[in-house]
C-alpha cells in the first residue's frame, strides 16, 4: 500500500518538473528570438541604412538632440525658478506690510504660503495674453506702433539705429548678441525635441542652424519680448514657423536709500583758449546757476597763452566784487591748446582733501541747477560715472530766419527736433570723482588740439569694472558756434569736425529748404501770379 503511493506521489512530481521544464524552454526560445526583416524597416529614422556605422550615426543624433533638449529645459527651469523666488518675496514683502498696519483682510493669510508652479504658469500666461503676439491690439496712431527688428545669424536691420547709424548691423553689445542667437537655439531645441519627433509626418531629420531664414523681434517693455522664427521646410516653398515670447516678471525693489547731496562740492573744470564773449556768456549763466540757486561749485578755469587772458581775470574778479563768490581757480598755461590736458591740469591741481565730484565742462555749455542734482546722485567714487547726452542747438539763425530778433538765450532751450538734436556721439561732458578720474590714468596727454581724447577717457571706464551712467540730459545744452576745422588736422581729426559742423547747422529738413530755396520762391511766386489773375 505504501510503495503504491510512493509510486504515485514519484510520477506526479515528475509530470511537474517537465512541466516547468518545457516553459522555461518556450521562454527562452521567445526571448531570444531575432528581430524580423518587417520590424527593421519599420524603424522611422533609419532611412534604409543597414550597417553598424549607419545605426550609430542614428543613435549619436538621437543622443545630441535629447542633449540639447535637456540643456534647453534646464535653462527654462532655472529662469522659471528666479521668476518665482522674486515673484514669492514680492508677495511676501506686500504680506508683512499689510500685516504690520493692521489691514491684511481675512483669509489672506493663506497667500503667505510658497506659490506653485500653477501660480507661476498663470503669471506667465496673463503676460502673453495682455501682449501683442496672437492678436493685435488698438493702437491710437501709427507714432505708437512698436516697430519689430529684423534678424539672421549674422545681421540685425533695425529702425531704431542708435549711435552707430547704420541700418544694418552686428549686434555690438554682448548681451545682444546673447539674445538673439540663444533664442535661435531654444528654437532649435524645441524643434528637435520629443514632442517634435513624434510627429514623424512632420520632419525625419534635425533641425540646424542652417536651416534658420530670419526672425522678427519687438520688446514691449511692460510685458514681454516676442519672437517669430522663420526656419527652411521639406521643400522650397514648405517653412516651419516658431513663435517664442519671453515674458517679463513683476517690478522687484533692489534697493531704498537717502541721498544728502548737502557737502557733495562739484569742481567745475573749463579749457580755455582767447573766445572773451563765449566765457562772458559761460559767466553769466555760471553766476546765476551755480552762485544764486546752488552755492556748492568751484569753478577752475585752465586757460593756454597769454592772448586776453586779461579779459578772463577781468570777469572773475567782478564776478567776485558783485556776488563776494571767490571759489575760483585760473591756471594759466604757456603751451599749445589741448582740452584733453587742460582738463587733466585742472583736475590733478585740487589740493584739497576732499574727494571733490569733477564737472569737465566746455565754455560753449549751458546748464540748469536740475543738471548739478543729476551729476551728484549719478556719480558715485569707485562705483559709477555720469556720461550724460547733451542737446546740441542748431544754427539760431537758421531756426529763427523769420524772426526779426534772436530770442534770448533761455527762449532758445526748447527741446524739439527743430530746434536741435542729441549729441550721442560726444563724450566731453562728464561727471566722476577725482579718485575714479586719477585711478583710470586720466587723460591721454599726447593728444593735441580738438577730439579724441574724450573718446580715449570713455572708453578706459567701459573697459573698467564702474558703471556708466549714459543718459540724456533735459539741463545740459551745448549753444550753437561756428567750427573752424583747421588746415593742420590729421585726416581723421578733420573728417571728425567736418561731421560735427554738418550736422550742428541745421535739421535735415531745414537743410533741404535751403538747397532748394530757389526752386521753393519760384513755386510761391508762380503761386502767388496764379492767384492774382484770378477773375473777382
Known amino acids: 500500500m505504501f510503495k503504491r503511493w510512493l509510486l504515485a506521489l514519484l510520477g506526479r512530481v515528475g509530470l511537474i518538473v517537465l512541466g516547468l521544464c518545457c516553459c522555461l524552454s518556450l521562454f527562452y526560445l521567445l526571448a531570444c528570438k531575432p528581430a524580423s526583416h518587417s520590424s527593421q524597416q519599420s524603424e522611422p529614422w533609419s532611412g534604409g541604412v543597414t ?22 529645459l534646464t535653462k527654462q527651469i532655472a529662469q522659471l525658478k528666479e521668476a518665482l523666488q522674486d515673484r514669492t518675496q514680492q508677495l511676501q514683502d506686500s504680506l508683512e506690510k499689510a500685516k504690520t498696519k493692521g489691514i491684511l483682510l481675512q483669509g489672506l493669510g493663506s497667500l503667505q504660503k510658497t506659490p506653485t508652479q500653477s501660480d507661476l504658469k498663470e503669471l506667465f500666461r496673463s503676460q502673453l495674453n495682455q501682449a501683442e503676439v496672437n492678436s493685435g491690439s488698438k493702437v491710437p496712431s501709427e507714432y505708437a506702433v512698436i516697430p519689430f527688428d529684423t534678424f539672421t545669424l549674422r545681421r540685425v536691420y533695425q529702425l531704431e539705429t542708435g549711435l552707430t547709424r547704420h541700418p544694418e548691423e552686428r549686434p555690438v553689445r554682448r ?11 531654444t ?12 510627429d514623424t509626418a512632420r520632419r525625419k531629420h534635425t533641425y540646424s542652424p542652417s536651416d534658420f531664414i530670419e526672425g522678427l523681434t519687438r520688446t514691449e517693455r511692460d510685458r514681454g519680448t516676442v519672437y517669430e522664427l522663420l526656419f527652411k521646410g521639406d521643400g522650397p516653398q514648405d517653412f516651419t514657423q516658431l513663435v517664442l515670447f519671453r515674458p517679463f516678471g513683476p517690478v522687484v525693489k533692489v534697493k531704498s536709500q537717502s541721498v544728502d547731496t548737502r557737502g557733495m562740492l562739484i569742481n567745475i573744470i573749463v579749457p580755455l583758449s582767447k573766445r572773451p564773449e563765449a566765457f562772458r556768456q559761460f559767466i553769466s549763466n555760471f553766476r546765476e546757476v551755480c552762485i544764486q540757486q546752488d552755492g556748492r561749485v568751484h569753478l577752475t578755469v585752465v586757460y593756454f597763452g597769454r592772448d586776453q587772458i586779461d579779459q578772463v581775470k577781468a570777469m572773475l574778479d567782478q564776478t567776485t566784487r558783485e556776488t563776494r563768490f571767490r571759489s575760483f581757480t585760473l591756471i594759466q598755461m604757456n603751451e599749445e591748446f589741448s582740452r584733453g590736458r587742460g582738463l587733466d591740469v585742472g583736475a590733478r ?13 566746455d565754455v560753449d555749455i549751458h546748464f540748469t541747477a536740475d543738471f548739478l542734482t543729476s551729476c551728484r546722485l549719478n556719480a558715485e567714487p569707485g562705483k559709477k560715472v555720469y556720461y550724460p547726452v547733451l542737446f546740441s542747438q ?18 532758445q532751450q526748447v527741446i524739439r527736433k527743430e530746434t536741435g538734436f542729441w549729441r550721442d556721439f560726444g563724450f566731453g561732458m562728464t561727471c566722476q570723482y577725482r579718485s575714479d578720474f586719477i585711478n583710470i590714468g586720466g587723460f591721454d596727454r599726447n593728444i593735441k588740439g580738438w577730439g579724441l581724447e574724450d573718446v580715449h ?33 590729421p585726416p581723421d581729426k578733420y573728417k571728425m569736425c567736418m561731421q560735427t559742423k554738418a550736422m550742428s547747422e541745421a535739421s535735415h529738413g531745414q537743410l533741404g529748404e535751403l538747397l532748394f530755396k530757389a526752386e521753393i520762391a519760384l513755386h510761391l511766386s508762380s503761386q502767388t501770379k496764379a492767384v492774382s489773375e484770378l477773375p473777382y
Not at 528654437?187 to 513624434?198: I, K, R, Y
Not at 585740487?350 to 565742462?361: D, P
Request: glycine share 4%.
Open 187 to 198: 528654437a532649435l531645441h524645441v524643434l528637435n525635441g520629443p514632442l517634435q519627433h513624434a
Open 175 to 185: 548681451d545682444r548678441r546673447d539674445e538673439l542667437i540663444g533664442t535661435v537655439e
Open 51 to 72: 550597417s553598424k556605422e549607419g545605426y550609430m550615426a542614428l543613435l549619436q543624433e538621437r543622443e545630441d538632440s535629447h542633449r540639447h533638449y535637456i540643456n534647453s
Open 457 to 489: 577717457l570713455y572708453r578706459k571706464y567701459l573697459h573698467s569694472k564702474l558703471m556708466v551712467i549714459r543718459a540724456p540730459s533735459r539741463g545740459l545744452f551745448h549753444l550753437w558756434h561756428e567750427k573752424n576745422c583747421a588746415d593742420e588736422l
Open 394 to 411: 542748431y544754427n539760431p539763425s537758421i531756426i529763427y530766419s523769420n524772426h526779426t530778433l534772436l530770442p534770448p538765450v533761455k527762449l
Open 349 to 361: 591741481a585740487w589740493r584739497r582733501s576732499q574727494n571733490v565730484l569733477l564737472f569737465f565742462c
